[in-house]
T-cell receptor, first 109, second 114 residues
């Protein structure tokens, strides 16, 4: 079983819509959770971190964490074509980072 | 504020050769982690250096080794290259005493093994 699982997509949404990205993790002891955005040919860029159950909002981005269900999600409101990228979920477990394979998002103008 | 830098940008090697990749952390950061990202995959943790010591290691063979220097910069060495070592190698830095798990990635080194 992989440590972090994501739906690889591709996920397509129209401009202005809400994009919903999901991630599950296997280790209940994991304490910190991250979403990175990676444009094609570029390195990952940190978007959000979340440590506690519930929602955390930053601009158009909202991260949601449910430790009981071992589930992390990222909502992108008012999606823009510039949001088209691969979104990587990462989990810090015992000082090691585990990344999912990423979900490819395309925002259609 | 200088971000994470890596060199070289691209590298082509043949099987059996050795390679050294370099990383300079973001200004003020003291911890460096290395990742391997194969095409279409997420980054895989290789190891992390703090205070010039390897602190954590992922599931990579001993052919992968590293070093951290007193100025916090780091090297990744890979011996006896295999075709499967072709990947984007990413360095990420963080600051141990303040959000140690908030990592910032460098632009990466694209390694091709022929």
């Amino acid at each position: 079983q992989k440590e972090v699982e994501q739906n690889s997509g591709p996920l397509s949404v129209p401009e202005g819509a809400i994009a919903s990205l999901n991630c599950t993790y296997s280790d209940r002891g994991s304490q910190s959770f991250f979403w990175y955005r990676q444009y094609s040919g570029k390195s990952p860029e940190l978007i959000m971190s979340i440590y506690s159950n519930g929602d955390k909002e930053d601009g158009r981005f909202t991260a949601q964490l449910n430790k009981a269900s071992q589930y992390v999600s990222l909502l992108i409101r008012d999606s823009q074509p510039s949001d088209s990228a691969t979104y990587l979920c990462a989990v810090n477990t015992g000082n090691q980072f585990y990344f999912g394979t990423g979900t490819s998002l395309t925002v259609i103008p | 504020d200088a971000g994470v830098t890596q060199s070289p940008t691209h590298l082509i090697k043949t099987r059996g050769q050795q390679v050294t990749l370099r990383c300079s952390p973001k200004s003020g950061h003291d911890t460096v982690s290395w990742y391997q990202q194969a095409l279409g995959q997420g980054p895989q943790f290789i190891f992390q250096y703090y205070e010039e010591e390897e602190r954590q290691r992922g599931n990579f063979p001993d052919r992968f080794s590293g070093h951290q220097f007193p100025n916090y910069s780091s090297e990744l060495n890979v011996n006896a290259l295999l075709l499967g070592d072709s990947a984007l190698y990413l360095c990420a830095s963080s600051f141990e005493e303040n959000n140690p798990d908030t990592q910032y990635f460098g632009p990466g080194t694209r390694l091709t093994v022929l």
